[in-house]
């Protein structure tokens, strides 16, 4: 029975995974770290509400067995290129450091398929310095997750994501770029829990892997959906 840590909680990858999280009997507690509610009642949940900002507040409350680092924004929504490298790389390392001195032994990162750190691309570099750093962090396991385009139920419409999906579903049928097609944010979620009971040492899944990993989980799971889950049945 362990207890998992997550932030990004309320994205779009983030809040199956929680949903799911809750509903696995492997985990007994899901500490929960985020700037805004869930607004879920569950016995299981433990919510902190917190500034990312300023540690000192809250670093005393990051201990468990597992984080799951899901955080992720755009340049439109962060507004410039600095604000979102402060969500994106800034809170996400600052947090993981903190766990790790915590003696949380297992991190579960999701990156983006493409991620280097010499990238000429801000988005994909600004990834690949995320997973250099956090390599060197004493987690006694590290799981690197990078799937392809993301797709689900977002809280708001992103017109240029939209269009891109249907591109990229269009050259997956005629079989290009494979290894791009889309993933629906739940498989990245199931994929990310099945690789903590996979993998015993650090590793850097693909998007296609990903995939493999999601029909794992659903294979080997005791319990998936409840009376009590407030989960709803998937089209991917």
Not at 138 to 146: G, P
Request: hydrophobic share 40%.
């Amino acid at each position: 029975m362990k207890t998992a840590i997550v932030i990004g909680g309320t994205g779009l990858v983030g809040a199956q995974l929680v949903d799911l999280l809750l509903n696995d009997q492997d985990f007994e507690k899901i500490k929960v770290f985020g700037r805004r509610s869930l607004n879920i009642s569950n016995s299981k949940l433990e919510e902190h509400l917190i500034n990312f900002s300023k540690p000192e507040d809250w670093s005393d409350l990051v201990k468990g067995d597992v984080l799951f680092s899901c955080i992720g924004t755009t340049v439109s929504k962060a507004e410039s290129k600095e604000k979102q490298f402060e969500v994106d790389f800034t809170y996400q390392y600052n947090f993981a450091e903190i766990a790790s001195m915590n003696r949380v032994s297992e991190y579960v990162l999701i990156s983006s398929i493409g991620a280097n750190s010499k990238s000429i691309f801000f988005y994909l570099r600004m990834k690949g310095e995320l997973e250099d750093a956090i390599k060197k962090l004493s987690f006694k396991k590290i799981i690197i997750v990078r799937p392809a385009q993301l797709y689900g139920n977002r809280h708001e419409k992103r017109v240029g994501e939209i269009m891109g999906l249907a591109i990229s579903k269009a050259l997956c049928k005629i079989g290009l770029f494979h290894e791009h097609r889309p993933i629906h944010a739940r498989r990245v979620a199931e994929a990310m829990i099945e690789s903590t009971r996979y993998y015993n040492s650090t590793v850097t899944i693909s998007s296609s892997e990903l995939f493999g990993l999601s029909k794992f989980y659903n294979r080997n799971k005791d319990i998936y959906y409840t009376k009590n889950s407030s989960s709803k049945l998937f089209s991917y």
